[in-house]
């Protein structure tokens, strides 16, 4: 077989590999939205400064600590997860600190939870993150690896 043709099989893969996480990502936002709601409120806020271990090759990145309570069925229950992405951090203080700033302590808020698993819960349903920029992407590798493909198959 040739390279172009190998290289063309595995960008068309790659692409379909990108496709269908932009699609999986889609319909578990989608998912989330259906979920209740019940009212909570924020216990303690922070930022944590996270300091890089010595020869890692990394910056100070800052996480923002939000701690809530909630409750499900007469059940109380603590929840940390600000939305339904994994944990983020930044590079500035005053970004994570921002995020802080929207959940002052004692305040109301609203916890959307997962009606199988109430310990699953976030204050902010969130969007779905980079799904136009992965499916587009996904879409390109495969009309490129279709193309590869066809060109290394008429050569």
């Not at 930022?47 to 909630?70: D, M, S, W």
């Not at 779905?128 to 279709?146: K, M, R």
């Amino acid at each position: 077989m040739n390279f172009l043709l190998v290289f063309g099989i595995g960008t068309v893969l790659l692409g379909a590999v990108f496709i269908l996480s932009a699609l999986v990502e889609r319909r578990r936002h989608e998912t989330v939205g259906c979920w209740p709601a019940v009212p909570g409120k924020v216990l303690a806020a922070s930022v944590q400064r996270y300091q890089p271990r010595p020869g890692q090759n990394a910056g100070v990145r800052y996480t923002p600590l939000i701690t809530y309570q909630y409750e499900v069925a007469g059940q109380p229950l603590t929840g940390q997860k600000v939305d339904f992405r994994p944990p983020r951090s930044y590079a500035t203080a005053a970004e994570a600190e921002a995020i802080v700033a929207a959940y002052p302590v004692g305040s109301e808020v609203k916890v959307t939870y997962n009606p199988l698993g109430p310990q699953q819960a976030a204050l902010d349903r969130g969007r779905p993150i980079g799904y136009h920029t992965e499916l587009v992407s996904g879409l390109l590798l495969l009309a490129c690896g279709a193309v590869m493909i066809v060109v290394a198959v008429l050569v």
